[in-house]
């Protein structure tokens, strides 16, 4: 009698040579979430690559994945650390296993391996109109918190005096200024620390970090971004924001528009930032400066690992 394989081997660490089935199944598994949400037309193309790379190499240990007994990809979880922030993303099963527990079950390892960690923070940020994915997280102990509001501005000022760039500076001058940036978010948030994503971005070539100091060279506020395109076969077209760090609103306004300044100067056409709404000051400041909402996500945290409280700006981006 033919029986279904019902195989689920992991988790072991992702390689580069996964990306092409990670890219499979993470296209497949979204574009049938949007179908069942009424979006039929919606088509989730592949990432880049060079993205998924970078995701790799960045949540190291926590890149999990799953096989079936052909050693095929099953599932994954991309399960990051930033300091004492963890959170995960993305993950997906593959369509034609999903509703057999294989989610709990990657979620659940995910959380193991943060808690193993010593982490303050485990989230993770989903859809807020798919009820079922809310449903199925909070049964996992996760509750929902802030939207994580997806920001655009397409009218781009080059006005300005030239950024400070991380990679611009000589190689005591970077290692200085990665202390300063780590100071700087783990002043803001308790243990917070991008210097793993910094390093990562500078070495795979992605993007930068535009820098912001005030009259005695103490640091006021950073960025880390990327310019290399999002999904897989397109051109560059914008500059995006993965974490951002400043002591006040109005350093972190200032932050923005160095990378704004970045983007024109090589000719992009936007930027792209990813604002929780708990800054609701900044948020309504950049709505103000002429950004536009584009996309929004609900941020979950579990019950008892929340977000510190922020004495100043930090925006991360539990998003690849």
Known sequence: MWRSDRTLAGPVPAADSDVEA???VFSEAFTERYRRDGLSGVRVPHLNPAVWRFAIADAG????IWRDGRGELVAFNMVHRSGTEGWMGPLAVRTDRQARGHGRHIVLEGIAWLEEQGVRTIGLETM???????????QLGFVPQQLTVTLQRER??????????????????REAAMVDCCRLSSSVADGVDFTREIELTLE???????????DNGSLRGFALWHAVPLAQGRMREE??????AAVNVESAATVIGAVEREAAGASLGRITLRCQTAH???????????????WTDLRMTLTGKPEPMR??????????
Do not use: C
């Not at 240990?61 to 999990?64: C, E, H, I, K, N």
């Not at 609701?280 to 584009?294: E, K, M, P």
């Not at 004495?311 to 690849?320: Q, Y």
């Open 204 to 214: 795979h070539q992605l993007g930068d970090v535009s820098l912001v100091r005030d």
């Open 156 to 173: 781009l000022r080059n006005a300005g005096a030239a950024p400070e760039r991380l990679s611009a500076l000589d190689d005591a001058g």
């Open 22 to 24: 990670l890219n499979r």
């Open 280 to 294: 609701d000051d900044l948020y309504a400041h950049l709505i103000g400066d002429g950004f536009r909402v584009q």
């Open 128 to 138: 807020p109109r798919t009820i079922d994915n809310i449903g199925f997280y909070s």
């Open 61 to 64: 240990p926590g890149a999990m």
């Open 311 to 320: 004495r100043g700006v930090l925006l991360s981006n539990w998003e690849i």
């Open 239 to 244: 500059l995006r924001i993965l974490k951002l």
